[in-house]
């Protein structure tokens, strides 16, 4: 009863801390910028917001509180040394990468790198005794616990594979992307960030005087020299680009490969934990197999053909536009609009005219995905969407698509340009 007392003072002293923390702020306002972002860029390819930023923010912090809920009472178990010095590592070194691009704000990135900085300064052991701020810069890496960090990263992979199945697919946003021999396709960016607040049982001198009534997977195994609770911000962020898959595909193949890295970190940093050689190989396992992770789903999607493209079976829709007829009908993305009103279609222009012969109602043959034609229908209303709320695949009049170039940081901040005027189009159309 007295340790369960204890664990209890100590969490309300780590959510003091946690709410007090400027890290966690900076990953919901870095969340939000990359948000804001992707609103901005459906904006500018389609003339219309698929996705409410806030909205977004919101669920993403919901998502994030429950996680770390969850994390954080998987954490009371393991008995990792964090202290206030690895979180401004991780963050600072987590903020330097994401000038390069955001996708680095992944701990994954910066405790594997402050891993291989801890063992190359293994070879100059006189740097750490100087007496400048690059020695005590030294002495404070050196101190680091890398295994236990890296189990914090393999335990937020697992959650966040998790998360990347249940909400994944709900934020992705569709894109007009450049192909293959300069030809337009329409694809998906698959990406979610998520702030994750954590509660973490460490071991510390001079803490609790309560003994644990469990043993812990590290430190000295049961914590019984004093122990107490510190708030740890952790983020978890997340993007995939997909022109071959549904975004639902994409999302449960891109967890079931982050599920497999979590485990994969996770062994390799237990084994560092009691076999400290083992550190360097865990850091750049950390590294190299998150690296491997976008190589593998390169590769895959080079294999595929593209999905979102027009062909004789008719028009292919890329996204329903949420509150439309469309959505109203049942109408999916990937599915091939086949006629309208009795009409072929395979160019917009046809589309408009077909939806023109019956202005009071609609009845649309669509192919869904497995190539079978169902038929919807539904009445037409003044004011409502001259698309019925479908937006399609991209043809050769398409004004603009989105820039390659990864976003860096300070893209977010200075909103680097988003998209770019394909050639022989105005601006306007």
């Not at 983020?235 to 193949?253: D, Q, S, V, Y």
């Not at 009445?379 to 603009?400: M, N, T």
């Amino acid at each position: 009863m007295d340790a369960a007392l204890e664990v209890l003072s100590q969490a309300g002293s780590a959510a003091l801390q946690l709410l007090i923390s400027p890290f966690y702020y900076v990953a919901v306002l870095l969340i939000m910028l990359q948000y804001m972002r992707q609103t901005r860029l459906e904006r500018k390819l389609f003339h219309v917001r698929l996705h409410a930023w806030p909205r977004t923010l919101a669920k993403t912090m919901l998502a994030g509180l429950i996680v770390g809920v969850i994390a954080s009472c998987a954490g009371l178990f393991l008995g990792v040394s964090v202290t206030g010095e690895s979180v401004i590592w991780m963050w600072g070194t987590a903020a330097l990468l994401a000038l390069i691009r955001v996708r680095y704000l992944c701990f994954a990135y910066s405790v594997g790198l402050l891993g291989v900085l801890q063992w190359s300064l293994s070879w100059f052991p006189s740097l750490s005794e100087r007496g400048d701020w690059l020695g005590g810069a030294a002495a404070s890496l050196g101190r680091l616990d890398i295994p236990g960090l890296l189990v914090l990263v393999a335990l937020m992979h697992v959650a966040e594979a998790l998360l990347v199945r249940w909400q994944g697919a709900r934020f992705a946003s569709p894109l007009f992307l450049e192909g293959k021999r300069g030809k337009l396709v329409g694809g998906y960016a698959l990406q979610g960030y998520w702030p994750v607040p954590m509660l973490m049982l460490v071991p510390a001198a001079g803490g609790a005087d309560a003994a644990l009534p469990w043993a812990t997977l590290l430190g000295d195994g049961v914590l019984g020299n004093g122990w107490t609770m510190v708030g740890f911000p952790m983020m978890i962020g997340f993007t995939e680009l997909t022109r071959t898959l549904l975004p639902e595909a994409k999302a449960r193949g891109a967890s079931q490969t982050l599920l497999l890295y979590g485990l994969a970190v996770a062994a390799l940093a237990i084994g560092a934990a009691f076999w400290p050689p083992l550190t360097i190989v865990a850091a750049l396992g950390a590294l190299l197999l998150h690296e491997l992770l976008l190589v593998i789903s390169f590769l895959k999607e080079e294999a595929r053909s593209p999905l979102y493209v027009h062909d004789d079976r008719g028009l292919c829709v890329l996204a329903v536009i949420p509150g439309t007829p469309a959505e109203a009908m049942g109408i999916l993305a990937g599915e091939i609009l086949h006629k309208v009103n009795g009409v072929r279609v395979r160019r917009i222009e046809e589309l408009y005219a077909a939806l023109h012969v019956n202005s009071a109602f609609c009845k649309l043959e669509v192919l869904n995905h497995e190539g079978h034609i169902k038929f919807v229908q539904r009445a037409r209303y003044a004011g409502e969407h001259h698309q019925l709320g479908v937006i399609l695949a991209p043809d050769e009049k398409a004004g603009f698509y989105a820039a390659a170039r990864p976003a860096s940081l300070l893209d977010l901040i200075r909103r680097g340009r988003l998209a770019r005027q394909r050639k022989g189009t105005s601006a306007s159309s």
